[in-house]
């Protein structure tokens, strides 16, 4: 019974997330935390950021650091996938980022709106 809940639980996730949704978050949240990591030691430390310096230029700092570190992921993900993987999702998630067509987009919503309705009769 329990494994039953359990996969009606799973199938109702998939009919409000769209597939590769988590993923993406991942892989989207590791390099903004790490960029705030390495952002906060340059301002505190007084490596990059002197201690007197405005918010603006902190915040620019910060967004420097997040963009490049997600550049830098990127860019290693290509020539060495599982060490990419390591630096954008901590290994969380082996999926990588799957662009699809419109025409694609629109078949996955049309099965997620299915598995909403299916639940809610059963409901």
Not at 40 to 45: F, L, Y
Not at 83 to 104: C, D, H, I, Q, V
Not at 109 to 121: F, G, I, N, P, T
């Amino acid at each position: 019974m329990e494994d039953q809940e359990q996969d009606s639980f799973v199938d109702l996730i998939r009919g409000y997330i769209k597939p590769g949704t988590v993923e993406s978050l991942i892989r989207t949240y590791v390099p903004v935390g790490v960029g705030l990591v390495l952002a906060w030691v340059a301002t505190n430390w007084n490596i990059v950021v002197p201690e007197n310096a405005s918010s603006a230029v902190v915040t620019l700092v910060v967004g420097a650091f997040v963009a490049g570190y997600y550049t830098l992921g990127r860019l290693v993900e290509r020539r060495w996938p599982k060490l990419g993987r390591l630096l954008l999702a901590l290994n969380l998630t082996k999926a990588r980022p799957l662009y699809s067509t419109p025409e694609a987009a629109d078949a996955v919503e049309a099965d997620a709106r299915q598995v909403r309705a299916a639940h809610r009769a059963a409901g």
